[in-house]
């Protein structure tokens, strides 16, 4: 097989395995965030730390997502060159 080929492969599985495992992280920080109900109504400082903490998220998501677009444009790439996946 030629080279490339194999890099693709390689590139593809370890890609999507950073990917799942980041998409059951982000799963289980969102089943977190809709199981928390409780107003904000701390200090100043723990309000911070909270939006910190969304904005974190909303990046690792923004991540998955990005991630998932890639994964997207290897799979169709290697339907193109006829490479197994």
Same mark, same amino acid.
């Given at each position: 097989?030629e080279?490339?080929?194999?890099?693709?492969?390689?590139?593809?599985?370890?890609?999507?395995?950073?990917?799942?495992?980041?998409?059951?992280?982000?799963n289980?920080? @969102?089943? %977190? $965030?809709?199981?928390?109900?409780?107003?904000?109504?701390?200090?100043?400082? #723990?309000?911070?730390?909270?939006? =910190? @903490?969304? %904005? $974190?998220?909303?990046?690792?998501?923004?991540?998955?997502?990005?991630?998932? #677009?890639?994964?997207?444009l290897? =799979?169709?790439?290697?339907?193109?060159?006829?490479?197994?996946?």
């Amino acid at each position: 097989m030629e080279e490339f080929k194999e890099r693709m492969q390689q590139e593809y599985a370890q890609l999507k395995e950073r990917w799942e495992k980041l998409k059951k992280f982000n799963n289980s920080k @969102e089943i %977190l $965030r809709h199981l928390d109900t409780s107003p904000c109504t701390g200090t100043a400082e #723990e309000r911070a730390r909270e939006r =910190e @903490e969304t %904005l $974190r998220c909303d990046l690792m998501h923004r991540q998955q997502s990005v991630m998932g #677009e890639y994964l997207h444009l290897l =799979e169709l790439r290697a339907e193109l060159e006829g490479i197994e996946l």
